[in-house]
């Protein structure tokens, strides 16, 4: 059986924000929901599919996504599913889905509301709890380890972390939904003080409140429902050990693996390729595992140095990608999503304007 | 009932609470038995590897692991993130550096904390020694270990 092409045909998002007081998970996702339908005039009985993406951890609720699903309605019944995982993973369960040809559509959501708890503390807790998290490292904790090991392999240094910093921030400022940006120099962020050394403040993604939404459509359903669909041409996700004395963290294997069965290598360059690298060090590692030459724009939405909600980031990445596909600024796009501590898990999705013969 | 008011409000304790135990199995027992007896184990794998802390599967290849075998308590610093602000929960209530730790006759990293003063006595390379709590306090648990301490002022 062959399996039908399928696209990213809208994307949506909240505004990326430090602290939603005022509305609650469902509340915040309403709207995003509404205009990603809106964009291209259905609704949810046109979605075959429906599956989400976020962590009770943070709702500090059981099976909150449960209740979640009152943003979409709940009747009549559908076929829905989630994952206790960034939406990224939930846009692979609902690509799969298409895939099988029993759906056209599907509807793809995360949020994630990291204000009202401690996340440093929430965060420690997806660690291995006998090695790891019993000493309760905080993730710039960990992600400083890894920037050390990148310096004294003589990979990267200070001032390029600083440099990353400074372009995503400056980038975010045309990015309506950007928490965070500035416009300031490299030299004015080294002057910072370490938070844990060898990262600065501007090393380190915000806290963020955020939700966002993605539709899937499948064959000529895209072609229907959107101009210039993004075609997912290749999607994979690999994930490494969780021993992280085990690891080389200067490398991302797992991006590399999930590249190459994605189908992007060297010979299949992308005009642009959003990076989920919530810490700056990380977008240089990501950037040598994917091979990235200067010719790609990286990030152009500020990435998640500018915005980083738990459990949406990733999500946001495809989305941001699959928008300079649509609008027409890109042929070929790249989005990333990483989970886990030092880039544990990793996912790469390839998109392109053009239509794929069939899914994989 | 009576009209004798608040007193007859039936009550009953509620504790919030992990209410079972969990067996950590034959590698990771070992291992926190070891920390109780002041011993660090490891575990050894195909091509000369050995795992600190140990686990049942070989991280890299997923080879069920061999013989645990007594590591450290000294060893190198592979990489370190000094800290000015520790929070509560962590380990030292003063500023510390993470460390992953190779320990002697080991080939992987352990993560804890180094109690070194100040940044300026870190390195990456710079040799470290497991400091461990006073006997009777010990629980069979990562924190057996108090911290590492540079091993020139041990």
């Known amino acids: ?360 | 009932m009576g009209d004798t008011g608040a007193e007859e409000v039936l009550r009953a304790p509620h504790a919030l609470d992990y209410t079972y135990t969990r067996s950590v199995g034959p590698v990771i027992g070992a291992f926190l038995t070891g920390l109780r007896q002041g011993r660090i184990l490891g575990a050894t794998g195909a091509g000369g590897v050995v795992t600190v802390p140990p686990t049942e599967y070989d991280p890299q290849t997923g080879e069920r692991s061999g013989e645990l075998v007594e590591v450290g308590p000294a060893g190198v610093v592979s990489t370190w993130a000094w800290t000015d602000h520790p929070s509560a929960d962590q380990p030292l209530d003063r500023p510390f550096a993470w460390a992953l730790v190779t320990l002697d006759g080991a080939t992987t990293g352990l993560l804890h904390v180094v109690d070194a003063g100040s940044s300026d006595a870190m390195s990456s390379g710079m040799r470290v020694r497991a400091k461990f709590v006073p006997e009777a306090d010990r629980r069979g648990h990562l924190r057996d270990i108090e911290c590492f301490v540079p091993e020139a002022s041990s």
Not at chain 1, 69 to 96: F, I, K, N
Not at chain 1, 214 to 241: F, K, N, Q, Y
Not at chain 1, 266 to 276: I, K, S, Y
């Open chain 1, 1 to 360: 059986m062959s399996s039908p092409p399928v696209a990213v045909v809208s994307f949506a998002q909240s505004p990326q924000v430090r602290r939603e007081d005022h509305r609650n998970e469902v509340e915040m996702l309403m709207p995003v929901i509404e205009e990603v339908f809106s964009n291209i005039k259905v609704t949810k009985d046109d979605m075959g599919f429906v599956c989400s993406g976020s962590s009770d951890y943070l709702v500090g609720a059981p099976f909150s996504f449960v209740s979640a699903l009152d943003a979409v309605g709940v009747w009549p019944p559908m076929r829905e599913s989630h994952v206790e995982m960034d939406g990224a993973w939930a846009l692979y369960e609902a690509w799969t889905m298409l895939l099988s040809g029993d759906v056209e559509t599907a509807l793809v959501y995360s949020f994630g509301r990291s204000s009202p708890g401690e996340l440093a503390k929430i965060l420690a807790l997806q660690l291995d709890p006998y090695y790891l998290a019993p000493l309760w490292p905080d993730p710039p904790a960990l992600a400083a380890l890894q920037a050390r090991a990148l310096i004294d392999a003589g990979k990267a240094d200070e001032e390029e972390f600083a440099t990353v910093a400074a372009r995503s921030r400056r980038d975010a400022r045309a990015n309506p939904f950007a928490q965070v940006s500035s416009d300031r120099t490299t030299a004015e962020l080294m002057a910072e003080p370490y938070v844990v050394s060898p990262l600065r403040r501007h090393a380190l993604p915000p806290i963020t409140d955020g939700v966002a939404a993605i539709v899937l459509a499948a064959g000529d359903r895209a072609t229907e429902l959107c101009e210039r669909p993004a075609w997912i041409s290749g999607m994979d996700h690999r994930i490494e050990t969780h021993a992280l004395g085990a690891r080389d963290l200067t490398v991302s294997e797992s991006t590399g693996l999930a590249a190459r069965g994605a189908g992007v290598d060297r010979d299949a360059t992308v005009d642009v390729a959003e990076l989920h690298a919530p810490f700056a060090h990380q977008e240089l590692i990501l950037r040598e595992a994917l091979a990235l030459g200067p010719e790609v724009s990286v990030n152009p939405s500020g990435g998640a140095l500018a915005a980083n909600a738990v459990m949406v980031a990733g999500l946001i990445r495809i989305g941001e990608a699959a928008k300079r596909v649509m609008d027409g600024s890109a042929r070929r796009a790249l989005g990333h999503a990483t989970s886990g501590p030092c880039l544990q898990q990793n996912l790469v999705c390839a998109l392109s304007a053009e239509r794929p013969s069939g899914g994989r």
